[in-house]
């Protein structure tokens, strides 16, 4: 048997995303979200939802940019403090040492620790609620060498990227593979 638990918003898992972008004064600025996903293939996009009361909304409106840094489990303590602290009162490189890069493609910073970094032009904006969500074009993805495999393309296990639980506000690490995509389901398939 199963219990409710009423409209929540428990899927699991939600990524940790730190958001990088310029204030009104061009000073670097990021923010941890929780609620993003890939949302199309063709162009290549990405969404994340953001309240207008925080300080990094304005930025999006504005800049029409974004980055998204994606961190693995050693800089959880920065990721977790970007989710906390305000940019409004708070010079969150400087506190956390980090470096901010422009980035090459759009009008934001990204993160120069972070392990994976996609470079997103705003192309929507859907007010919902809340939150308004942004969805990105991705225009580049830069990814650290170390977190490459021998094909030379970026490995979730070696990135092993922070994720969130919501309900429960812990961070975790990713398990191991549990099978290969778009064959590990291939017994099912009738051939007719």
Known sequence: MKKSFGAKT??????AWVIGSYDKD?????????????CCSKPPAITVSLR????SFASLVERKAYT??????????EVDYYG????????KFDETKLTPIQSDLVDAPYVDEAELVLECKVIQMFELGLHTQFIGEI????????????????SI??????IYAPGMSNYYGIGSSLGKGYSTGMMFKKDK
Not at 52 to 55: P, V
Not at 84 to 91: E, L, Q
């Open 68 to 77: 998204v840094n994606i961190f693995s489990g050693k800089y959880v303590a």
């Open 84 to 91: 906390i602290a305000s940019g409004r009162d708070h010079d």
């Open 10 to 15: 428990l899927a699991y898992p939600t990524p």
């Open 139 to 154: 225009l580049d993805v830069k990814a650290d060498e170390s977190i490459l495999d021998e094909t030379g393309k970026p």
């Open 52 to 55: 207008k009361a925080t300080y």
């Open 26 to 38: 061009d000073k670097p600025n990021v923010m941890t979200v929780a609620w993003g996903g890939i």
């Open 157 to 162: 296990e070696k990135l092993n990227p922070i």
